[in-house]
T-cell receptor
């Protein structure tokens, strides 16, 4: 069974904190993605990576950064958390010509 | 930039009615196409996918989708819905020449009344 694992299901952080969301995949897939999901807005792509140390901005990268030092791990970083970053965050991985496999999601609340 | 549009945000229909959800994308290159479903309180699940070949794709739970390249469309259909099809449906497009960027539409919430 392929697996994408996100380190936390629920997180509560304070405004201004630096927040790390971790994602690990065991599929040896090249491509990894971070999305946020908000009601009525679907899944919006924050950043993606098609190889180790490679990263590309998605549609809403402002306020976020990412790190991919190893193929299996893709981290999302909120440099200084704000309340408008309260959301469900989803990590996904894909290979060549495969569908995306998703983690269980991290519900982040910034207070 | 690639965009994926789902025409309807909300759809309400009765059991046994037919369902068609529209999806259009803007990218002109080679794409892979997907429909995902998210049942209330659950994670995203793959309904079907298109990579190449027959543009009429059959998926799980009686769903099918047709890729019309000239219209940049990948519409989802089901001839007869059930109450259990109540969910949110997402179209997604993978740009193969852009690092496999995977972009989702805004989703369509479907409510099937018993």
């Amino acid at each position: 069974d392929v697996k994408v694992t996100q380190s936390s299901r629920y997180l509560v952080k304070r405004t201004g904190e630096k927040v790390f969301l971790e994602c690990v995949q065991d599929m040896d897939h090249e491509n990894m993605f971070w999305y946020r999901q908000d009601p009525g807005l679907g899944l919006r792509l924050i950043y993606f990576s098609y190889d180790v140390k490679m990263k590309e901005k998605g549609d809403i990268p402002e306020g976020y950064s990412v790190s991919r030092e190893k193929k299996e791990r893709f981290s999302l970083i909120l440099e200084s958390a704000s309340t408008n970053q309260t959301s469900m965050y989803l990590c996904a991985g894909t290979g060549v010509d495969t569908e995306a496999f998703f983690g269980q999601g991290t519900r982040l609340t910034v207070v | 930039a690639q965009s994926v549009s789902q025409h309807n945000h909300h759809v309400i229909l009765s059991e046994a009615a037919s369902l068609e959800l529209g999806c259009n994308y803007s990218y002109g290159g080679t794409v892979n196409l997907f429909w995902y479903v998210q049942y209330p309180g659950q994670h995203l699940q793959l309904l079907l996918k298109y990579f190449s070949g027959d543009p009429l794709v059959k998926g799980i739970k009686g769903f099918e989708a047709e890729f019309i390249k000239s219209k940049f469309s990948f519409n989802l259909r089901k001839p007869s819905v059930q109450w259990s099809d109540t969910a949110e449906y997402f179209c997604a497009v993978n740009e193969r020449a852009a690092g496999n960027k995977l972009t989702f539409g805004g989703g369509t919430r479907v409510l099937v009344k018993p």
